[in-house]
């Protein structure tokens, strides 16, 4: 019963690398997230996909793209890593009745952590 | 934009004593969440709740929603109960609905 599986669980990169942060869930939920979280400021919001094949910008979503690949999965890409986007990103999913956001409990991965240098 | 403030932001606790964290937020709300996140670092869903009260096992959350205020109690309180609790309010208007903002955390620490 994996749930919500994120890879990578740690990376380094150099300022200016690119990488993709991949997100997998296998709950057949529509809607999924992506989050970081920095000390002292509580978990934001970076993009979110209401449903296969959309996604929307959240509070922080400068320095970053996604992808929904399909109903499973959603990936996460920082094209030109910078200092500022060091964090630990979280995948979350959650099933939709309606409303884009629907008040369901959200399913969370257990985070990537990602130095950038 | 809601803003979610948690108190206390640290609290140490001895086993078997009875636990209180608070939760305000500014502007009405869908629902409130709370959520446990483990030394470890995974995040659980505790509660999802829009009114009155709900209990699982030990915990209980409740909310008043004209106070725009939210409590999580944990009742005989066990080292296992050691984490950073999380509130979080869900807007309540067009695109807002149903979107998490987040408070900064308790971090809970029970010695036995």
């Known amino acids: 019963n994996a749930g919500v599986t994120q890879t990578p669980k740690f990376q380094v990169l150099k300022t200016g690398q690119s990488m993709t942060l991949q997100c997998a869930q296998d709950m057949n939920h529509n809607s999924m997230y992506w989050y970081r979280q920095d000390p002292g400021m509580g978990l934001r919001l970076i993009y979110y996909?209401?449903?296969?094949?959309?996604?929307d910008k959240g509070e922080v979503p400068n320095g970053y793209n996604v992808s929904r690949l399909n109903k499973r999965e959603f990936s996460l890409r920082l094209e030109s890593a910078a200092p500022s986007q060091t964090s630990v990103y979280f995948c979350?999913?959650?099933?939709?009745?309606?409303?884009?956001?629907?008040?369901?409990?959200?399913?969370f991965g257990d985070g990537t952590r990602l130095s950038i240098l | 934009k809601n803003e979610v403030e948690q108190s206390p932001q640290n609290l140490t606790a001895q086993e078997g004593e009875f636990i209180t964290i608070n939760c305000s937020y500014s502007?009405?709300?869908?629902?409130l969440h709370w959520l446990q996140q483990h030394p470890g670092g995974g995040i659980v869903s505790l509660f999802m709740?829009?009114?009155g009260k709900k209990k699982h096992g030990r915990l209980i959350a409740t909310i008043n929603i004209q106070e725009k205020h939210s409590s999580l109690h944990i009742t005989a309180s066990h080292p296992r109960d050691s984490a950073v609790y999380i509130c979080a309010a869900a807007g309540s208007g067009g695109t807002s609905y149903g979107k998490l903002t987040f408070g900064q955390g308790t971090i809970l620490t029970v010695h036995p």
């Open positions: 996909s209401a449903s296969e094949g959309t996604t």
């Open positions: 709740l829009s009114s």
């Open positions: 502007v009405g709300i869908s629902a």
């Open positions: 979350a999913s959650s099933s939709r009745t309606g409303a884009i956001y629907s008040n369901q409990p959200q399913h």
